[in-house]
């Protein structure tokens, strides 16, 4: 095992890895910004280390600060989280020549899966079903309009260095196309240090699936089944789930093993997240691989009833992943479903920082709740306004469904304003209830009449 773990990230993702290192025996060194030192995860590891203001460009995504800060404390290795700087192959580069443990993949494949545009043409070279999509946008202006076009209407305009979501332009026709790319080159160029592009065929009304795969360093590969996170508002993931609702077991275990055979075939080497889009009539199409864990892994280790990370751990350290895996059970074990608690309000979704005056987690059978808070903590304005993740697990769908109710009406927070009204409210919403999510539920939940109204009621309705 580790000696010592240096951790560079925050909140709920830092809390956590504290806790999974201190039961594998290792030591942790938390790395906090200044707006972070006083969070209760940083006194619960072993070591801390402010290593810069509260930007994170200043603090959790400056190398050298972060570097200097493993070695001065003797690390034998770092974990990323998710987030940040764990995509980041230069970083994960320059700890290797430090002596320093990246636990996730190697560089390579931080650089391979990075690039959104070649990741689609390698997996489809190798047989994974992809939607129409073009080769990297850059350069000459027109060049790019005239690429894009080829391949119909309507389009997404995506950044080929990126993800999360951010710079994602969708265009209905010609006449929007030329505007779409250059503001999502401009917005590429912010958020990446890269304003390469790349467009693909807009799938109406598609539901997000993904698998969860794992590698190791003998050539081996596995699945961990699927979740679906169709819930989004602006494209970001809020309610995830395993398994996927309403589509044939079959066919998922189908996609999951060619998913988990191409990257073993590959020769990757380390947990990550297969992306898919699915339609109905079309099927699945290849959107990423995510080299990393997702926030929302914790519904697959309920439903594997397995410690990721203690898995992401132990692959750095060497050893085989048909020996961690053994056990693994054949189909999953019941239902889990995953809500992000954001701090923000439920009709514009606008941050809304502040102090936590009341923060109180429900509890209970089947209820797990991640976060970096507790009560008295401030949420500041310098990063992902996610404050806790509640993850609710059953014996079925239903079960957990009604479980995640129980605990979001439980979650007692004042002194800032949270979604938990709006996902309540989706909770309720026929469409999602029918077990038939897609990306375009969460708008129009919120576009349908009476939503406004639903929320006051929402206030003292019972669980489900």
């Not at 995506?158 to 979501?165: D, E, F, H």
């Not at 053994?326 to 514009?348: M, T």
Request: glycine letters at 8%; charged letters at 25%; one cysteine or more.
């Amino acid at each position: 095992m580790f000696s010592k773990v240096a951790i560079a990230n925050r909140g709920a993702v830092a809390a956590r890895l504290v806790r999974t290192l201190s039961s594998l025996g290792a030591k942790s060194l938390v790395l906090c910004s200044e707006a972070d030192q006083n969070l209760p995860y940083v006194r619960q590891a072993d070591e801390f280390k402010v290593i810069g203001p509260p930007e994170p460009l200043k603090s959790y995504l400056n190398h050298d600060k972060v570097i200097e800060a493993a070695v001065e404390a003797k690390c034998d290795a770092l974990h990323p989280g998710w987030g940040f700087l764990s995509e980041n192959a230069e970083f994960a580069e320059k700890l290797r020549e430090r002596s320093i443990v990246f636990i996730g993949p190697s560089p390579k494949w931080l650089r391979i899966m990075g690039d959104k545009v070649a990741a689609k043409k390698e997996m489809a070279r190798l047989g994974l079903a992809v939607f129409p999509s073009t080769g990297e946008l850059s350069g000459d202006i027109t060049l790019m309009v005239n690429e894009a076009s080829s391949i119909g209407f309507p389009l997404l305009i995506k950044p080929s260095g990126g993800g999360g979501g951010i710079g994602m332009i969708e265009v209905d026709g010609p006449d929007k196309l030329l505007k779409a790319l250059e503001s999502a080159a401009s917005q590429a160029l912010r958020s990446f240090n890269r304003s390469s592009l790349y467009a693909e065929r807009l799938v109406k009304n598609p539901r997000h699936v993904e698998f969860q795969v794992v590698c190791d360093l003998y050539g081996q590969g596995f699945h961990l089944f699927e979740r679906d996170c169709s819930i989004q508002r602006r494209r970001q993931k809020i309610l995830e789930e395993a398994g996927a609702p309403s589509i044939d077991r079959s066919l998922l275990n189908q996609r999951a093993n060619q998913a988990a055979s191409v990257l073993a075939h590959l020769g990757y080497d380390q947990i990550g997240t297969v992306e898919n889009l699915y339609e109905p009539e079309a099927g699945f199409g290849f959107l990423e691989v995510n080299p990393r864990l997702q926030v929302e892994h914790a519904v697959t280790e309920e439903i594997c009833q397995i410690d990721l990370v203690a898995l992401q751990v132990r692959l750095a350290l060497g050893e085989k992943a048909g020996q961690l895996l053994k056990g693994l059970p054949e189909a999953p074990i019941g239902h889990s479903v995953e809500a992000r608690i954001y701090a923000e309000d439920s009709l514009r979704f606008l941050p809304s920082p502040g102090p936590l005056k009341c923060f109180r987690p429900p509890s209970g059978q089947g209820i797990r709740v991640e976060t970096g808070f507790v009560e008295g903590a401030v949420v500041t304005p310098f990063y992902d306004p996610m404050i806790a993740q509640v993850i609710a697990s059953g014996a079925d769908r239903n079960e957990a469904l009604a479980r995640l109710d129980k605990a979001l009406a439980d979650f007692e927070i004042e002194g800032l304003k949270t979604n938990i009204p709006f996902l309540r409210a989706m909770l309720r919403y026929p469409p999602f209830i029918e077990g038939h999510p897609n990306a375009s539920l969460a708008a129009e939940l919120l576009a349908s009449d009476g939503y406004k109204d639903s929320l006051e009621k929402l206030k003292s309705a019972p669980p489900l």
